[in-house]
Structures are given as structure tokens and as C-alpha cells.
């Protein structure tokens, strides 16, 4: 069994930034990499950066590179997005994931954060 809670999502204005945290807890199995993804209105789940665990590989959308930032804490098993920035094209729900492939592809993720609302203004 494994739960993904996140937290630190709002609203802020272009420019501002956020920080995001995921922890996991109960993991009964290990998971290769944890990724982040985001779901703006009438759009899909759009792939935003990735860490693995073990080295702390990452990897990130274009949209994206320069201005986030994803890391780990081993020790806490949790996930961070630093989010620096923000432009009003980054609203979206923000999703946690856990799975087995170091993949941009959301179907390669087996488990799922409830969701962050972040919101930036114009």
C-alpha cells in the first residue's frame, strides 16, 4: 500500500513562486522514479518533471526547464517541486506520482497524489 499527500499549493501572482511536497508513506513496494504532472482546464495530464530515487536523475518539460525544480528526501520519502517563475500558463491541478519507469508518459505512473490547485493570476 502506498498514499501520496501533497501540499503547498494557492494562488500567487506572475512571478511568484511555490513550493510543492509530496510524502509517501506505507510503501510496500519500491517505486523507480516519482514524477510531477499537471491538469489545466480542458486539457490533459501534462508531464512536468521527474527524480528517480536512487541517484536523483532528473528530468523536465520544456515548458518548464530553468524555472522548477524537483528533488527528494530519501529520508523522508518525500518529493518537492520548487516552482519559480510562474506564469499564469502554469494554473493547473499539480499531481504527485510514483512509478516504475523514469517516463514523461502519466500512463507509466501506478500511484497518485490527491492534487494541488495552482493558480497564478495575469
Not at 527524480?51 to 524537483?70: C, H, L, Q
Not at 523522508?76 to 517563475?85: E, I, R, S
Amino acid at each position: 500500500q502506498v498514499q501520496l499527500v501533497e501540499s503547498g499549493g494557492g494562488l500567487v501572482q506572475a512571478g511568484g513562486s511555490f513550493r510543492l511536497s509530496c510524502v509517501v508513506s506505507g510503501r510496500t513496494f519500491s517505486r523507480y522514479a516519482m514524477g510531477w504532472f499537471r491538469q489545466a482546464p480542458g486539457k490533459g495530464r501534462e508531464f512536468v518533471a521527474a527524480i528517480t530515487w536512487s541517484f536523483g536523475s532528473t528530468r523536465y518539460a520544456v515548458s518548464v526547464k530553468g524555472r522548477f525544480t524537483i528533488s527528494r528526501d530519501n529520508a523522508k520519502n518525500a518529493v518537492y517541486l520548487q516552482m519559480n517563475g510562474l506564469k499564469p500558463d502554469d494554473t493547473a491541478v499539480y499531481y504527485c506520482a510514483g512509478g516504475t519507469a523514469y517516463s514523461g508518459s502519466s500512463s507509466l505512473y501506478d500511484y497518485w497524489g490527491q492534487g494541488a490547485q495552482v493558480t497564478v493570476s495575469s
